[in-house]
């Protein structure tokens, strides 16, 4: 039988591990932004920013401003709709990463609203014919590289 100090000690032990896990994943650390910063193959993260996945498992370091995004919180949305919210594994955008490297660069740009409500609506409905026929696959129209992130 274990004593009572002992199990303190290992449950103290334990909620210093779960913390340190909590801040991984809500403090992140800083990387260095290139030409692709959008897409990292860092594990860490820079500060004041969150890190999404496409289908194609491209790591996407985004500022945590684009979350007043009308475009990423539709991402969001489709994205808890089909896959529900992510407890054990990464966020997932129901996108592939040249759709992501355009989001990014668009929202980078500062679009206009016109754009931004055409790409919401071709995002609504290509998530649509999607839900419909799950074996579609969306062309990709951009050259733009990203590597994988390696774990």
């Known amino acids: 039988m274990i004593s009572a ?26 990387i260095e ?11 860490t993260t820079q500060k004041g920013h969150f890190v999404v996945y496409s289908t194609d498992q491209k790591r996407f370091s985004l500022p ?14 489709i994205a808890e709709e089909e896959l529900g919210s992510p407890s054990d594994g990464p966020l997932t955008f129901p996108c592939d990463s040249d ?7 668009l929202i980078e740009n500062h679009i206009s609203a016109d754009l931004e409500k055409a790409l919401l609506m071709s995002i609504a409905r290509s ?19 990203c590597e994988a992130d390696e774990q």
Request: proline content about 5%; hydrophobic content about 30%.
């Open 127 to 145: 998530h649509c014919s999607l839900s419909l026929d799950p074996h579609h696959e969306v062309p990709s129209n951009h050259s733009v590289s």
């Open 64 to 77: 945590l401003e684009y979350l007043h995004n009308n475009i990423v919180r539709e991402l969001l949305e």
């Open 33 to 43: 932004r290139t030409d692709t910063s959008s897409c990292s193959t860092s594990s």
């Open 5 to 30: 100090k002992k199990l303190i000690k290992l449950a103290r032990k334990w909620q210093k591990l779960a913390a340190i896990r909590r801040k991984r994943i809500t403090l992140p650390q800083p």
């Open 99 to 105: 759709l992501m490297k355009y989001v990014v660069s």
